[in-house]
């Protein structure tokens, strides 16, 4: 077994990378470096990865991942090259099986990206799940754990390993961190990292790293964290996707419907959950507070820390919006009042009594303003930074989940935008979703699968407000899970040809909804 050096790799891979040109290899670097690597994939070293990438001193599959992940965006590439490039680095993990090192961690993350934006959802859960276990191999998960006599099967430490070296381990496995959490649902997909297990420093910021400051170590244990660390957002950014994780995994077991406690209660989870979002909120120092103008003064300081920050806020409107829809139906019954009426008619349990005065309308506030801040942020950031961050196809969390939040409140027959006080109106939060989920599909396939089941959904919608009694929660379960899970599988398992053919090739498929009377394509 091999734990950090490379496999050779075969006479004919090493012919394949020499055919593309230097140029087109800085071209590809560049943009990774730009858009992927200050933020979810950031375990390459920015003062030397374009060198390196061009110079093809990275293991073949690495470069091929790379390449092939580039290339769904670069005028210099094609979708269909992009396709051959992944196929090659596919091959190439399958012939060094038994090689356990850092890059075959790196090109299992960067396939994993490839893959949920191709909707091949199983092959990303695998690829997230190998790269979690050859980090693990590897003790990413545990390299900064202090010395105990429970160490057994510890490896020594290699004295020769140099700051740099020891970030970018650090960062390869916070990397496995968040592609994680962003592609857990808690039910069928469940996290595969637990913070108790966590004995790794945070990254230092991208600055520090490119004046090799590294004069301080943080734990995530650290009681004092925020306050030193107050300047690092990839410390916020990590905070966040706990709590995101935590909401994830909390819907995944049940939710409401396994606690059937009044949400407002104090030891709910509901409640838990909606105070650690609000002390994260809180502990954000002041010049990164969410607001057009300190977007527009990040824009003016660094284009890396904008990105972070963007993706931060994104990610914290994401976990707010999935904590706060959890109290309320699917689908509305006709008259449905959501200030009014009981939280879910059908399942809302008899002895709850009357929430605190004015919970109700707070609630519905955070669920509405949190989904139209997502959408409001992402156009921000898309007319300054595009492709960012659009080049990342776990957009379609945020955008689904806003696009759902905000087409069931537009459904409803009262105007709730007024009576919450939001600034912007459903349908022009709607219309903006739905048209950034149609941009996205010149890079992605996923997002003819976010379409088509927002299209379903309106229509269920409509249909319910034609009908006096409440639709049988047995005619849209698959339509509910689709919503709830902008990634799945879109190509059927068994079909051999399917499997390796993009999804922008396949037949469009056609989606009947049972009980409605409505087919979509």
Request: charged share 25%.
């Amino acid at each position: 077994m091999r734990t950090g050096t490379l496999a050779s790799p075969p006479p004919q891979d090493t012919e394949r990378l020499c055919e593309i040109s230097t140029t087109e290899l800085l071209q590809a670097a560049e943009f990774f470096r730009d858009n992927f690597g200050s933020t979810l994939l950031f375990f390459f070293d920015p003062l030397t990865f374009s060198t390196r990438f061009s110079n093809r001193e990275l293991s073949p599959s690495l470069t091929f991942a790379v390449l092939a992940l580039t290339s769904r965006f670069g005028p210099w590439s094609s979708a269909d090259e992009s396709w051959k490039y992944y196929s090659h680095a596919q091959a190439l993990l399958q012939r060094t099986g038994d090689d356990i090192s850092l890059h075959r961690v790196q090109t299992y993350l960067v396939l994993c990206v490839y893959e949920v934006g191709c909707g091949l959802e199983f092959r990303a859960w695998i690829h997230i799940g190998n790269a979690i276990r050859v980090a693990q191999i590897l003790r990413l998960p545990v390299m900064d754990q202090r010395p105990s006599p429970f160490d057994w099967g510890k490896p020594e430490p290699t004295v020769n390993e140099d700051r740099v070296t020891q970030e970018l381990q650090r960062r390869t496995f916070w990397s496995c961190f968040f592609l994680d959490k962003l592609l857990s649902n808690g039910r069928d997909r469940p996290s595969g990292i637990q913070e108790k297990d966590i004995f790794c420093d945070l990254p230092v910021s991208e600055e520090d790293l490119i004046f090799r400051k590294f004069d301080q170590s943080l734990a995530l244990g650290d009681p004092e964290l925020c306050q030193k660390g107050r300047q690092n957002l990839y410390i916020f950014l990590i905070r966040i996707l706990l709590i995101l994780g935590d909401i994830t995994a909390w819907h995944g077991r049940g939710g409401r419907h396994a606690d059937e406690r009044a949400p407002w209660e104090k030891e709910m989870p509901f409640t838990v959950l909606d105070d650690q979002l609000n002390e994260w909120e809180k502990q954000m120092p002041t010049h990164f507070h969410y607001s057009r103008e300190c977007f527009a003064a990040l824009s003016m300081v660094s284009t890396a820390q904008l990105k972070i920050w963007g993706l931060t806020y994104l990610f914290f409107f994401l976990a707010k919006a999935s904590l706060h829809r959890e109290y309320y139906p699917f689908v509305p019954e006709k008259g449905y009042a959501p200030c009014e009426c009981p939280f879910d008619p059908v399942s809302t349990p008899s002895n709850w009594g009357n929430p605190p005065t004015g919970w109700r309308k707070e609630s519905v506030r955070k669920l509405l303003s949190s989904s139209q801040s997502i959408i409001e942020l992402y156009g921000w950031m898309m007319t300054k930074l595009s492709p960012f961050p659009g080049v990342y196809p776990f957009m379609g969390l945020c955008l689904m989940t806003s696009a759902s939040v905000n087409l069931f409140f537009t459904s409803l027959d009262e105007d709730i935008a007024d009576q919450s006080r939001c600034q912007r109106s459903t349908e022009s939060s709607l219309k903006e979703g739905i048209d950034a989920m149609q941009s996205l599909k010149q890079f992605w396939d996923l997002p003819r699968y976010w379409i088509n089941q927002i299209s379903l959904y309106r229509a269920l919608l409509e249909r319910s407000k034609e009908v006096d009694e409440p639709i049988s929660k047995e005619g849209f379960r698959k339509l509910t899970d689709g919503i709830m899970n902008y990634l799945r599988e879109s190509r059927g398992t068994g079909d051999k040809q399917d499997a390796n053919m993009p999804a922008s090739q396949l037949p469009e498929t056609t989606l009947t909804l049972p009980g409605v009377g409505v087919q979509l394509k």
